[in-house]
T-cell receptor
Framework: AQSVTQLDSQVPVFEEAPVELRCNYSSSVSVYLFWYVQYPNQGLQLLLKYLSGSTLVKGINGFEAEFNKSQTSFHLRKPSVHISDTAEYFCAVSTANQAGTALIFGKGTTLSVSS | KAGVTQTPRYLIKTRGQQVTLSCSPISGHRSVSWYQQTPGQGLQFLFEYFSETQRNKGNFPGRFSGRQFSNSRSEMNVSTLELGDSALYLC????????????FGNGTRLTVT
């Protein structure tokens, strides 16, 4: 069975600082990996996805993530955060035969950006 | 293009009642999935429908059911509500093509008293 662990439940940072949100997964088969963001009282918005190919994936709003198969990690990074990046971030995995459905989510990381 | 639309946004029900939630997917999306989000358990997959058939199911009791109509709209039903069913229920749709991602609605907040 697959599982996702987001290593930090809360990450406080100052505006314009870099940030890394950590995600590790466990799976015995090939996986697809996703990062979603959730703003208060809203649904989830896709930030980026890794399906295959280049291990460095670029997403929206200046975010990027690197897939590391040997460490089973998919950490999310942004070189300079803004106040508007304050939100909850979810890492998710699905197996190849699920084709992006039946996502298994991590517990989420709350990113708080202050000035 | 309109996004995924869920109705109602908020719902308050009493323990033992049943509830039906509605989801209209993005136009052209034939796959609809439902997720439950709670502070304790996080986001959990309920089920997925495609072409009016349940294609995938998570680990939830039979009180949770769903259906999909020919226009891809979907409904989710929870019978004999329990206090623990209080949650944000999220619907997501996707094109059933390649590895297209899920697009989520804003959810229905269900409170069971």
């Amino acid at each position: 069975a697959q599982s996702v662990t987001q290593l930090d439940s809360q990450v406080p940072v100052f505006e314009e600082a870099p940030v890394e949100l950590r995600c590790n997964y466990s799976s015995s088969v090939s996986v697809y990996l996703f990062w979603y963001v959730q703003y208060p009282n809203q649904g989830l918005q896709l930030l980026l996805k890794y399906l295959s190919g280049s291990t460095l994936v670029k997403g929206i709003n200046g975010f990027e993530a690197e897939f590391n198969k040997s460490q089973t990690s998919f950490h999310l990074r942004k070189p300079s955060v803004h106040i508007s990046d304050t939100a909850e971030y979810f890492c998710a995995v699905s197996t190849a035969n699920q084709a992006g459905t039946a996502l298994i989510f991590g517990k989420g990381t709350t990113l708080s950006v202050s000035s | 293009k309109a996004g995924v639309t869920q109705t109602p946004r908020y719902l308050i029900k009493t323990r033992g009642q049943q509830v039906t939630l509605s989801c209209s997917p993005i136009s052209g999306h034939r796959s609809v999935s439902w997720y439950q989000q709670t502070p304790g358990q996080g986001l959990q997959f309920l089920f997925e429908y495609f072409s009016e058939t349940q294609r995938n199911k998570g680990n939830f009791p039979g009180r949770f059911s769903g259906r999909q109509f020919s226009n891809s709209r979907s409904e989710m039903n929870v019978s004999t509500l329990e206090l623990g069913d209080s949650a944000l229920y999220l619907c997501a749709s996707r094109q059933d093509r390649g590895n297209s991602p899920l697009h989520f609605g804003n959810g229905t907040r269900l409170t069971v008293t």
